[in-house]
């Protein structure tokens, strides 16, 4: 089945504990990239890459960290976590940017 | 960059109901597409519509891009459409590239 998976799909946990937000796909796609969603502000991006080793800013980058090492993996890094971060957080593929993205499940991050 | 301007923000129909929601947006745009979040709160594409018309089943989209701005149309609207809907584009200059989204149109549907 094609899809996109993120883990874990809950988190909570204190300032400053460095955390990793998993995100995979299986469709061979190009195209990866990281939302945030807020409460009256929609969906906002916080980094994308276009292929692997090809990553770039989106819209609210500061604080987060990503790597592409292989196709199918855009892990989301949280060096030094903070309140403001907390927010639910999606992963997105598609062949590349043009195309139609597919959403993984998301994953509600809490930071106290 | 590019705004997106989504309308009306909150909709409340009775079940059977059609509804048409609107999706403005400032400058031309290589994808637009819309997507549905679930209560709970999972994220599905609906439609990948730059231009022209697309229907499927009862959801129907129109993208009139010289014009900047697309609708999506919802006909004898179910339970099951509620949630919110999202209009994102994306305007490819060669360098960077990212999917814009508006702030959702939250849909309600009432048995």
């Known amino acids: 089945e094609a899809q996109v998976t993120q883990n874990p799909r809950y988190l909570i946990t204190v300032t400053g504990k460095k955390l990793t937000v998993t995100c995979s796909q299986n469709?061979?796609?190009?195209?990866m990239s990281w939302y945030r969603q807020d409460p009256g502000l929609g969906l906002r991006q916080i980094y994308y890459?276009?292929?692997?080793?090809?990553?770039d800013k989106g819209d609210v980058p500061e604080g987060y960290k990503v790597s592409r090492k292989e196709k199918r993996n855009f892990p989301l890094i949280l060096e030094s976590p903070s309140p403001n971060q907390t927010s639910l957080y999606f992963c997105?593929?598609?062949?590349?940017?043009?195309?139609?993205?597919?959403f993984g499940p998301g994953t509600r991050l809490t930071v106290l | 960059g590019i705004q997106v301007e989504q309308s009306p923000p909150d909709l409340i129909l009775q079940e059977g109901a059609n509804s048409t929601l609107r999706c403005n947006f400032s400058?031309?745009?290589?994808?637009l597409q819309w997507f549905h979040q679930n209560p709970w709160g999972q994220l599905i594409n609906l439609f990948y519509?730059?231009?022209g018309t697309k229907q499927n089943g009862r959801l129907s989209a129109t993208t009139v891009a010289t014009e900047r701005y697309s609708l999506l149309y919802i006909s004898s609207s179910q339970t099951t459409d509620s949630g919110v809907y999202f209009c994102?584009?994306?305007?490819?200059?060669?360098?960077?590239?990212?999917?814009?989204f508006g702030k959702g149109i939250t849909l309600s549907v009432r048995p």
């Open positions: 997105a593929s598609s062949t590349d940017i043009t195309d139609t993205q597919y």
């Open positions: 469709m061979n796609h190009e195209y």
């Open positions: 890459s276009m292929n692997v080793e090809v990553t």
């Open positions: 400058d031309s745009v290589n994808n």
């Open positions: 519509i730059p231009s």
């Open positions: 994102a584009v994306e305007r490819y200059t060669g360098a960077n590239s990212k999917l814009t």
